[in-house]
T-cell receptor, first 109, second 119 residues
């Protein structure tokens, strides 16, 4: 079967760093996406990894290990506006997106 | 980045009526668009894959006669919820892949979403 696991909720402090993990088991793999979604809004694209390693984009970085079926999203210098849900999604062998349930990130002052 | 526009953003309708939601790729051509539905506090669920010039591919459990998808051009896909009922109230989101960006798979861009409330 296909399964994506990520923590339901995390709390972090403004200015700190937080890592959101995602593990996956899918039939075929054509890449992994991270999306940010504020309540009541559509998701916005953050990153896409298809090769192993770390992709850095400003305050956000994403890491992928295909052999371990594992990815993480790293957020640095947290700001209050980073409070949102973070969705991990993989592209399977049919190029269909398989979504995780999302991690609700709460930022405290 | 590329822009996907979805309209209307909010719609309220009476039970038994039909509602059409439009999804447009504004600055790129999208041969494939995806329609998702999100119930409160749940993840996005893929409803169907819309292919330009051909029939949509529906996910298991999604009624193709209730959720009509038309992808008549490379920049427009429409989702029509026919004979809507209160249980169809949800957040509907479309996305399109820009094959000219993001390498072989293309980056996925989302519309703003449409919140449907059926009374």
């Amino acid at each position: 079967g296909q399964n994506i696991d990520q923590p339901t909720e995390m709390t972090a402090t403004e200015g700190a760093i937080v890592q959101i993990n995602c593990t996956y088991q899918t039939s075929g793999f054509n890449g992994l996406f991270w999306y940010q979604q504020h309540a009541g809004e559509a998701p916005t694209f953050l990153s896409y990894n298809v090769l192993d390693g770390l992709e850095e984009k400003g305050r956000f970085s994403s890491f992928l290990s295909r052999s371990k079926g594992y990815s993480y999203l790293l957020l640095k210098e947290l700001q209050m506006k980073d409070s949102a849900s973070y969705l991990c999604a993989t592209l399977d062998s049919n190029y269909q997106l398989i979504w995780g349930a999302g991690t609700k990130l709460i930022i405290k002052p | 980045g590329a822009v996907v526009s979805q309209h209307p953003s909010r719609v309220i309708c009476k039970s038994g009526t039909s509602v059409k939601i439009e999804c447009r790729s504004l600055d790129f051509q999208a041969t494939t668009m995806f329609w998702y539905r999100q119930f409160p506090k749940q993840s996005l669920m893929l409803m169907a894959t819309s292919n330009e010039g051909s029939k949509a591919t529906y996910e298991q459990g999604v009624e193709k006669d209730k959720f009509l998808i038309n992808h008549a051009s490379l920049t427009l896909s429409t989702l029509t919820v026919t004979s809507a009922h209160p249980e169809d109230s949800s957040f509907y989101i479309c996305s399109a892949r820009d094959l000219d960006s993001g390498g072989d798979t293309g980056e996925l861009f989302f519309g703003e979403g449409s919140r449907l409330t059926v009374l």
